[in-house]
Every structure is written in C-alpha cells, then in structure tokens.
C-alpha cells in the first residue's frame, strides 16, 4: 500500500505569519496564487476561468499531536476532538479550501481568496461536483455558484418589474464557455434544468436543450468584450415605456447621477430580435458601452457580474422613469 503524498505545487500568497492567517476564507483571506508543478500541467486540462474548485493543502507548520482542541484556539470554550473542528492542528494536517479561479497562466491559477500561509503545499484539487448528496445539479460544467448568481441577479430583477412572463435572458462566461438560460425559462424562477451551455468561439450549443432565443447577442459581447463576465437582457418598463412616448429614449436629465449612467448608454435603431445582424450591431455598440438599448425591444448590460449588471440596468430604468414623470 503506497501512503506516499506528491506535493502538486505552492501555494504564493502574502500571508507570512501563521497568527495572521484568517480562521475561514470569508474572514477577509486575501487572493492567492498557486505555482503548480509543471509536470502536473496536464492535469489541470479544462480547468477554467470563474470555476469553483476544492483545494486540498498540507498544512505544513501545524501540530500532528493534537486530538482534542479549544475551536478557533479560545480557551473560554470547551475542547472538541479536532474531526468535529476545522483545526489546522490535526493527526493529518490536511487543509480544505473553497476557491474560485480568478486567472489561469500556464501552470500558476490565481484564485480569490485563501486562508494558508505563503509556502504551504499544495496537494490536490477538485472540482465542486454537483452529485454531492443535498447540492444542486444544475448541468455538466455549471458551477452551482455560477447558477445561483444568475438565478439570484434574474429573481431580483424580476421583481423589480425588468424582468417578466419568460421574456429577457442572462448569461454567464466561465473560460471559453457561456452559460445561459435556455429558452422559455422564466427567469424569476430559475432552477436546474433552466440553464444550458454554449461555445462562444463557434456558437454551438453544448449544453442540454436549447439556448435563448437571443444567444447571439450575448455571444458577440463575450468576443469582442474580454472583460465581460456577465449579461443580462431585460426588459424595462419605463425605458420601453420613454422609448414609445419619446423620439430619444436615452433617460437625459439634469441630475448628477443621469450624466454618469447615461454616458455608459448606447441606443441602436429597431431590429428584429434574434438576428444575427442584431447581434452584431449590439456586440459593436458594447466594446464601447456597458449598456445598449434595442429600441422597441430591450436594454442589454455587461458587467464583472450578473448583480452589477442588474445595478446599472436598475440605475437607467429609474432614470426613465423619473424623465416621464418630469
């Protein structure tokens, strides 16, 4: 029986000082790098951009001796044994971590947050599978934070009144690949099965089912934005209802926050929806603006994420809506 552990890399971070360590990664851990070995490249094949992945480490300066612990070190409270405890001082010091990678080069993946001290070994990664017994399984390479993002930014629009019915979409990049509610999804109530997967180079559909009917416009933001994490078409009363009453449907106003949110505002003429020429015009229009409204039709936003996105598709539409009452 082979018990021997091969180290996979090094954790980089600029926690120096095991006292400085945060307890959990939500407790302010900083972002951190992890320097793989190159001879293990091959196996970080398909990993991607914005995933969730575990990160097993070998907590290389904690005590083996231990069995029972005061938690979070405060002697004020009753010992526990170390398995009932998140204890780096533990028989097998093994570190478990939950990341999202924020960048892949060649063998380094940055990741958002990290609670281990520069220098501790890395010892393997997975990725967070949706069969774990209580989590949702929302499709082959869909992270469940990725989805629940979407499903949250989308439940928080609908009731706000831009979202409706099954009317507007949401998507998400993770690397190369799109993630985005299929059609016919009512996006106030999105759950697994609601959402697919597509190839943004090539436009195929990789996911189950079909994908919304405007696809081709997320996609065309995605390749020409590179900063794009996130899209969401909706459909905003007050907008549609300015662009119906008005020649100028761009919410100007004589209020400091108008000139900041409406410069980020590009206006395309009526096309029909579902084009690729509609898909086109609005992926032009987004490298220069965060935010493009389809007259007649509705307002598209890109931002880091899917709840940025609903900010600045909000901030507009209450723009409008306080320009048709003026």
Not at 70 to 75: L, W
Not at 271 to 284: D, I, K, N, R, S
């Amino acid at each position: 029986m082979d018990t021997t552990l091969t180290i996979l890399g090094y954790v980089r971070s600029p926690l120096k000082d095991r006292k400085d360590c945060p307890k959990q990664y939500s407790e302010g851990a900083p972002q951190a790098v992890i320097e793989m070995d190159p001879a293990f490249a091959p196996a970080m094949e398909s990993l991607k951009v914005g995933q969730d992945i575990l990160l097993f480490s070998w907590l290389h300066q904690s005590s083996r001796a231990h069995l029972r612990v005061h938690p979070r070190g405060d002697t004020a409270l009753p010992q526990r044994g170390v398995f009932n405890t998140r204890s780096p001082d533990r028989p097998n010091p093994i570190g478990l971590h939950h990341c999202r990678i924020l960048a892949l080069d060649g063998t380094r993946i940055t990741v958002d947050h990290l609670e281990t001290l520069d220098g501790t070994p890395v010892v393997d990664i997975k990725p967070i599978a949706g069969e774990t017994r209580g989590a949702e399984n929302w499709g082959a390479a869909i992270p469940t934070a990725l989805a629940h993002e979407l499903r949250d930014a989308c439940a928080a629009g609908w009731q706000r009144g831009l979202f409706s019915g099954f009317n507007g979409n949401a998507s998400a990049r993770l690397g190369d690949t799109m993630i985005i509610t299929r059609s016919g999804a009512a996006k106030g109530f999105l759950s697994p099965g609601t959402l697919t997967t597509m190839d943004i180079a090539t436009g195929r559909t990789t996911g189950p089912g079909p994908a919304s009917s405007e696809a081709a416009v997320h996609l065309e933001i995605y390749r020409r934005v590179p900063e794009a994490r996130a899209v969401l078409h909706t459909h905003p009363p007050n907008l549609l209802a300015l662009d119906v009453r008005t020649a100028n449907p761009s919410p100007d106003l004589p209020l400091y926050e108008a000139a900041v949110y409406t410069q980020k505002l590009a206006v395309l003429p009526p096309m029909q929806p579902g084009t690729p020429e509609l898909g086109q015009a609005v992926g032009q229009a987004a490298a220069s603006h965060q935010a493009v409204f389809m007259r007649h039709h509705g307002l598209v936003v890109h931002a880091a994420t899917a709840l940025e996105a609903l900010a600045l598709a909000e901030e507009l539409d209450t723009l409008a809506a306080i320009r048709l009452r003026a």
